[in-house]
């Protein structure tokens, strides 16, 4: 059975808290996991999503680390033709620039469900071998 991994890193402090921007993210890229996992099921595509933690140190030498997704081994914006850029975010953060994901000209602080499964859905399209 084919696997479709989501990726979805973030920064965290010491309790395991994130930012409101990375927290809106985890419940969109969780809700997004379970839609493609859904979706893909009667093409035996499994669906599964891995989150990993940046420590502030981490964060802190390259900020555009976090909140940053994978499909399939590749980043979010390459599915989509989209691109990273940054803004400021929150104390937690403090001075250190967010991550922010430009698709279709428009800007999500917060990556949304629906560019997760975009994103998703063309990933999985590249696991489906046609037929002989």
Known sequence: MPTLEIIW???TDHEGDTCPRCGSTG???KEA???LADALAPLDIDVVLTTRELTDGEFRRDPSQSNRIWLDGRPL???LGATSGSS???DQCGDDPCRTVEVDGTTHEAVPADVIIR???RAAASLVS???
Do not use: I
């Open 9 to 11: 890193q973030r920064l």
């Open 27 to 29: 419940a969109a890229v």
């Open 33 to 35: 996991q379970q839609s």
């Open 77 to 79: 914006e390459d599915w």
């Open 88 to 90: 400021p975010c929150c």
């Open 119 to 121: 994103a998703g859905l």
């Open 130 to 132: 046609p037929a002989s």
